[in-house]
T-cell receptor, first 112, second 114 residues
Framework: SQTIHQWPATLVQPVGSPLSLECTVEGTSNPNLYWYRQAAGRGLQLLFYSVGIGQISSEVPQNLSASRPQDRQFILSSKKLLLSDSGFYLC???????????FGEGSWLTVV | GQQLNQSPQSMFIQEGEDVSMNCTSS?????WLWYKQDPGEGPVLLIA?????ELTSNGRLTAQFGITRKDSFLNISASIPSDVGIYFC??????????????FGKGTKLSVKP
């Protein structure tokens, strides 16, 4: 199964407020997990990826952080949101032995 | 960060027309992927290519992994209204047992001709 659950689907948050986007995946154990951001009219930007529990690699320095408390759970967080954090956030996974990345439905974040 | 050159950026289609788009890169990949994204949803994988020269079809979609490993093409034959959306190419270099990061093109937006 490539099922990827993301929530919430949409979120409107004020500047300076915290953020928590959650992602859970189904399928084989120890998948690679990813957070991407897609700004309006632009391509996909890799933010974080994880090859295992507690292992997080950051691709872009910013005020966001990620955590992987369980094998199939990936969380994107911020302590204080900025206007520029608005966008469409996508959780993705790939199997440890596979080359193909599958995406979740996405979460729309609007920072006001 | 690194990105692929995907073209065209946008195009209008009339039902029944064939559509072509491509991606080029300055570096080589050993995996090319094509995704389609409908508004407000995550990208859905259409075709995966793992070998230079490979030609793979998925219904009316055909994609090719360029011989130079620096480009890929996606063709849609006899387009229908539900083909509208944004198409993304993505390249990846996997070495040994490690999976490289997926590099995305900026997308080709398909719209219906008014």
């Amino acid at each position: 199964s490539q099922t990827i659950h993301q929530w919430p689907a949409t979120l409107v948050q004020p500047v300076g407020s915290p953020l928590s986007l959650e992602c859970t995946v189904e399928g084989t154990s120890n998948p690679n997990l990813y957070w991407y951001r897609q700004a309006a009219g632009r391509g996909l930007q890799l933010l974080f990826y994880s090859v295992g529990i507690g292992q997080i690699s950051s691709e872009v320095p910013q005020n966001l952080s990620a955590s992987r408390p369980q094998d199939r759970q990936f969380i994107l967080s911020s302590k204080k949101l900025l206007l520029s954090d608005s966008g469409f956030y996508l959780c993705a996974k790939s199997e440890i032995t596979g080359n193909t990345i599958y995406f979740g439905e996405g979460s729309w974040l609007t920072v006001v | 960060g690194q990105q692929l050159n995907q073209s065209p950026q946008s195009m209008f289609i009339q039902e029944g027309e064939d559509v072509s788009m491509n991606c080029t890169s300055s570096s080589i990949f050993n995996t090319w992927l094509w995704y389609k994204q409908d508004p407000g949803e995550g990208p859905v994988l259409l075709i995966a290519l793992y070998k230079a020269g490979e030609l793979t079809s998925n219904g009316r979609l055909t994609a090719q992994f360029g011989i130079t490993r620096k480009d890929s093409f996606l063709n849609i034959s006899a387009s229908i209204p539900s083909d509208v959306g944004i198409y993304f190419c993505a390249g990846q270099w996997n070495y040994g047992g490690s999976q490289g990061n997926l590099i995305f093109g900026k997308g080709t937006k398909l719209s219906v001709k008014p």
